[in-house]
């Protein structure tokens, strides 16, 4: 016989018998009792049916290791070309990664399996199909443990292997220089087209969520549209809808629904008669598609219908997933009971020992019980849930318990409530989708794979605030990114919109990188700040969508609204009683009253957490955040802001006035910290505790390296000092150590500070710098707090000394020796706070520093807690004798302030007091004390209610440098013998180291417009 028609006969041979082992496999399917089909001698195997098997019931190590083996002793065509079934591989392996919570590695095999796919995009094609499909009667006849359609449908049974013909480039077409192009044919292997096609759609569906809107413009999700498009199957065949299927998930990762939903409908039906194995996957993606357009009971439907279908055709993911967004969509809508879905589902997955689904479902159960306050079915389902986990402890279930636990414990006001969600919190950022979207963004952008104009457009959807339907979905999610810090993304965000000279927009992404990097300081990433905001704040100051927020949350939670009532009255009557001149027995009888209203302080605080975890949107009202042309318009003619962002390149400078801006680089950071450290010895601060001699102090040495400094700083900004009435400067880095002040200019060919010729105030933000809307109060108490930086060594003298003090301000009283209250809670009841007593802010704990230092403070005298309620505290807040680095030279310790960015305590400092309502803060980078330091405060003082602060601040420093001090009430000046006693304060060491902090002109009381109803709580802010 011939050699090829031997060959033909082999090849035919081989063929009948795969055909009939495939026969043969397809009739005994073996379902184990685990709903996981094992298909005889298919490809895969049923190893790999068995390891998601193991997943479903929570063994996910053991189903790693075998997935792990199943890729790496995947088929191999040729030498070293993966075949098919490494998409199955790869994509379960990716599954197994994603339910750990290990996110970048679950997205590196979704990628892979991708990959494999778009090796072989037209597999399916070559698929040699043997029968139509057929009505399953067997599975007809099952009964849904949980809910019942409202579909009418016929499910279709489906062979489960085919058989492919497999090409490979062939040695000899290899030593010709062929590609992949050129491929020579192999026997007939079979497949199971409907796994791999399973795998093929989780792949794309799990990279559609961990990509998000990176999806559009990620070549394998672009590469994955055009290659559906050409069509993957033979043209007419009922298979198509598996194509469809594939091209509407497609559609969906390149963000296009609508088109997406067109596809997603053809593939529910094969042949428009039956559902098949994938029909629960469209339908999955058709409810994400009505959830995500608010359209809850649609979306319900189609969710409880995936599950159906996913039931009958046992696919434990699709189950999973149908539950999971179900669950979602039932919490957005705002139920008023149970999904009835759940138990008998929950039932049916304990009978078949699928732990995963049992956890899952018992989590679902639970959340809802918390929504609906119903803790005792909420303890129960945890602990259900929780029994059952096993190696899914430490991954995404896992978390979810302990996001559920501690917001049980919020539910019943447990105290450790706070701690348990701030650990689960930290768990969760390293499982977030949304940070991994944010490290993929600025690698791809570094990378250059993201060009800028996409950059842009990526970025402000990924650090734009958050959405009604991000807090109404995902609001854990949602919770994570906003405590994780992410400049280095805004960093990309800036220089993005840099290269397309949009200085507009440049100057808004560096304030909204400032307020996150508030925000992500605080507790939930400024959540709760933004719910005391938008519920305390007098409504006059919100904006027409926190008013609607507000009156949502009212409605939604009416004791909160009496909790605010009864502690607003039990304000009021602490400001009639708690007056100037009253004594120590009328101090301790208003300890019942004090206490009384910390206590409803705190209970609105456990409310607070409450609401802050449930699915409300809510707006971030503060730092405001102010539209370049709008910011313009706001300032005067001979006004300018200079604003600085520290970035990894270098400081960048931002000048803006109300007819021009420009932008530039600084001088690099090692130059300008040189130059800062300089100046700042040059003035006197090598440590706390130097002495500088009168000799020094008559030296002009200073001017010199100021100079240096302020080129570091202004080079290239075009500013015209000369012009200048009032400079407003946002600093960041270094730049808050900078005595401003003091630095000299040229002034008709001399060299002045600064100061002699504008007035200088800061802002930690630009809107916080123009965008003061809230009304000064009439000053019915001024706090005096401590007597320590106050000349004099004796206890008269300093008595003496603030007796002056007390006259310059109106109603000043003394907070009494044993507080009836923390700190926070008595220092909201001042309109103006003056501490003299010396405050170190510590750049390694920024939040920790007490803005009122009384020795029998409580443990509740941080600023950490000031940002508590009562959320409005005094309007003026003075702080003379705090200390800083700058004291230093500059220096930071690098073991104390490894964990913070240079500038970092000041920001949060002025950022924090002005969130509690302060509008102006006069706070020192460096310790004076002594004559200098009352004689400028009390001059700022006197003058502040009949001006600006930034004019009452000019005024005050000018009249200072004229005065004759005596040294030996001045703490940190030494004279020798031949020292003359009296001393000019002429030099800067004596108030360049203050800074003034304002927020601009307020806007007086009489001007606004506000009835009589709204006029006491402006007055009386709570």
Request: aromatic content about 8%; charged content about 20%; hydrophobic content about 40%.
């Amino acid at each position: 016989m011939p050699t090829f028609l031997i060959r033909q006969f082999r090849r035919f041979l081989l063929a009948a018998l795969v055909l009939a082992s495939g026969h043969s496999a397809d009739a005994q399917i073996s379902l184990n009792g685990s709903g996981i089909a094992t298909r005889g001698n298919s490809i895969p195997s049923a190893t790999y049916f068995n390891a998601i098997q193991r997943m479903y019931k929570a063994d996910y190590r053991d189903a790693e290791r075998t997935f792990t083996r199943e890729v790496r002793g995947a088929l191999k065509i040729g030498v070293a070309n993966r075949w098919l079934d490494s998409i199955a591989y790869y994509s379960l392996l990716g599954e197994v990664y994603y339910h750990q919570g290990r996110t970048t590695e679950a997205l590196t095999q979704y990628d892979q399996a991708c990959r494999m796919y778009l090796q072989n995009p037209n597999w399916m094609i070559r698929i040699q199909f043997q029968r139509e499909p057929q009505i399953d009667v067997n599975q007809q006849r099952k009964i849904l443990p949980w809910g019942k359609s409202k579909r009418q449908f016929t499910l279709g049974r489906f062979p489960g292997n085919e058989l492919i013909q497999v090409f490979e480039v062939t040695q000899e077409a290899i030593r010709q220089g062929a590609d992949s192009r050129f491929m020579g044919p192999r026997p007939f292997r079979q497949i199971d087209v409907i796994e791999i096609n399973r795998a093929l759609a989780l792949a794309i569906r799990r990279r559609n969520e961990l990509l998000g809107p990176l999806g559009p413009e990620d070549a394998i999700s672009r590469q994955l549209v055009a290659a559906f498009s050409r069509g993957t199957t033979i043209p007419n065949h009922w298979s198509k809808a598996w194509a469809d299927l594939q091209l509407g998930l497609a559609q969906m990762g390149v963000g296009k629904p609508d088109q997406a939903e067109k596809y997603l409908n053809r593939a529910l039906l094969v042949g428009g008669q039956f559902d098949h194995p994938l029909t629960s996957v469209a339908m999955l993606e058709l409810g994400r598609i009505q959830m995500e357009a608010g359209n809850f009971q649609a979306a319900a439907d189609l969710f409880a219908e995936a599950s159906y279908s996913a039931f009958y055709f046992e696919d434990l993911s699709a189950i999973d997933d149908a539950f999971q967004l179900r669950t979602m969509n039932h919490l957005a809508s705002g139920p008023r009971g149970f999904d009835p879905l759940l138990e008998p589902a929950a039932l049916w997955a304990s009978q078949k020992r699928f732990h995963h689904l049992v956890a899952r479902l018992n989590f679902a159960l639970a959340e809802q019980a918390i929504h609906l306050g119903n803790a005792k079915v909420a303890q129960a389902a945890l602990n259900t849930g929780k029994a059952r986990m096993r190696d899914a402890a430490a991954g995404r279930l896992g978390n979810q318990l302990r996001y559920l636990t501690a917001r049980l414990q919020f539910l019943q006001q447990r105290d450790s409530a706070g701690t348990a969600l701030a650990q689960a919190l930290q768990e969760k950022i390293g499982m977030s989708a949304h940070n991994l979207q944010l490290q993929l963004a600025n690698q791809r952008y570094d990378q250059q794979q993201l060009r800028a104009r996409t950059a842009v457009q990526v970025y402000q959807a990924l650090l734009g605030d958050p959405s009604v339907a991000q807090w109404m979905l995902r609001p854990w999610e949602t919770l994570a990114r906003l405590k994780t810090p992410h400049l280095q993304a805004y960093n990309r965000w800036l220089d993005a919109v840099l290269s397309r000279k949009d200085m507009a927009a440049a100057l808004e992404i560096s304030d909204l990188a400032k307020r996150h990097r508030f925000h992500s300081s605080l507790a939930w990433g400024g959540r709760l700040a933004a719910l005391r905001d938008v519920l305390e704040k007098p409504e006059n100051l919100l904006s027409e969508n926190a008013r609607n927020q507000r009156n949502e949350l009212l409605l939604r939670y009416p004791q909160y609204q009496e909790a605010m009532n009864t502690g607003r009255q039990l304000r009021r009557e602490l400001s009639q009683q708690w007056q100037a001149g009253i004594d120590d027995a009328q101090q301790r009888e208003l300890t019942k009253l004090w206490r009384q209203w910390d206590n409803s302080l705190d209970a609105r605080e456990k409310m607070l957490g409450q609401i802050g975890l449930q699915r409300a949107a809510v707006d971030m009202q503060f730092p405001p955040i102010l539209p370049t042309p709008t910011l313009q318009k706001k300032l005067q003619p001979g006004q300018a802001i200079a604003v600085f962002h520290d970035s990894p390149s270098g400081v960048l400078g931002f000048l803006l006035t109300s007819t021009a801006s420009t932008s530039w680089q600084c001088a690099p950071k090692k130059v300008l910290g040189k130059n800062l450290s300089d100046f700042l010895r040059d003035l006197g601060n090598y440590d706390a505790n130097y002495e500088v001699q009168v000799a020094d102090l008559s030296e002009n040495a200073w001017e010199a390296s100021g100079v240096r400094l302020l080129e570091s700083l202004f080079a290239g900004s075009s500013i015209d000092f000369e012009a200048l009435e009032e400079l407003i400067v946002v600093p960041d880095g270094l730049v808050w150590y900078v005595p401003l002040t003091a630095l000299p200019i040229a002034v008709d060919g001399e060299l002045v500070p600064l100061i002699t010729k504008a007035q200088v105030r800061l802002s930690p933000t630009v809107g916080l710098a123009v965008g003061n809307e809230q009304p000064w109060r009439r000053v019915k108490r001024s706090g005096l707090v401590g007597q320590q930086i106050l000349p004099g060594e004796s206890e008269e003298e300093k008595l003496e000394a603030l007796a002056a003090l007390r006259k310059t301000v109106e109603n000043p009283i003394s907070f009494p020796d044993d507080l009836p209250a923390p700190t926070p809670a008595m220092g909201a009841l001042t309109d103006t706070l003056i501490v003299l007593d010396e405050v170190e802010l510590d750049l390694a704990e920024p939040l920790q520093w007490a803005p009122i230092t009384l020795k029998r403070s409580s443990k509740q005298s941080s600023l950490s807690h000031w940002l508590l309620l009562p959320q409005f505290g005094p309007q003026r807040v003075i702080l003379p004798g705090a200390r800083t680095v700058a004291e230093r030279g500059g220096k930071i310790s690098k073991r104390k302030g490894a964990s913070a960015a240079p500038g970092t305590e000041l920001f949060l400092a002025s950022c924090g007091l002005m969130s509690t309502g302060a509008q102006t803060i006069l706070m020192s980078n460096w310790r004076v004390g002594g004559a200098s330091t009352e004689e400028l405060t009390r001059e700022f003082l006197q003058e502040l209610p009949y001006t600006t602060a930034s004019a009452a601040w000019q005024r005050s420093v000018q009249l200072t440098r004229e005065l004759q001090l005596d040294v030996e009430k001045e703490p940190r000046v030494k004279a020798s013998k031949d020292d003359a006693t009296d001393l000019a304060a002429v030099h800067p060491f004596f108030w360049a180291g203050y800074q003034l902090i304002d927020a601009g002109a307020p806007v007086l009381e009489e001007d606004l417009e506000i009835t009589e109803d709204e006029a006491e709580p402006v007055a009386q802010l709570e």
